[in-house]
């Protein structure tokens, strides 16, 4: 499987755990403290670059529900945004 599938099924993964806040009360709320900067840490690593740097910032925002923005899929936009809008076909 090439490397851009591979980063998309992580990525499903990814947004998916972060969307598990919205299941569980209260402790959905708690987890976003943990998963706030492990996304972050993640999304960076895994896109490396431009994309990776600001995805990182986009993904702690985000999860950390800052401006109600804790629903956005961060990983799968950031993997669009690489392979489908700029067309990345290094990988």
Do not use: C, N, R
């Not at 492990?38 to 960076?44: E, H, N, V």
């Amino acid at each position: 499987m090439q490397k851009k599938y591979k980063l998309l099924l992580l990525s499903l993964l990814f947004d998916g755990i972060g969307m598990l806040s919205f299941v569980i009360p209260f402790i959905g709320e708690f987890s976003d403290v943990v998963w706030a900067p492990a996304s972050a840490f993640l999304i960076y690593k895994m896109y490396k670059g431009t994309e990776g740097k600001v995805g990182s910032i986009v993904s702690f925002v985000e999860e950390a529900g800052l401006f109600g923005t804790d629903f956005l899929p961060t990983f799968t936009l950031t993997w669009i945004y690489k392979y489908v809008i700029k067309k990345d076909k290094a990988d």
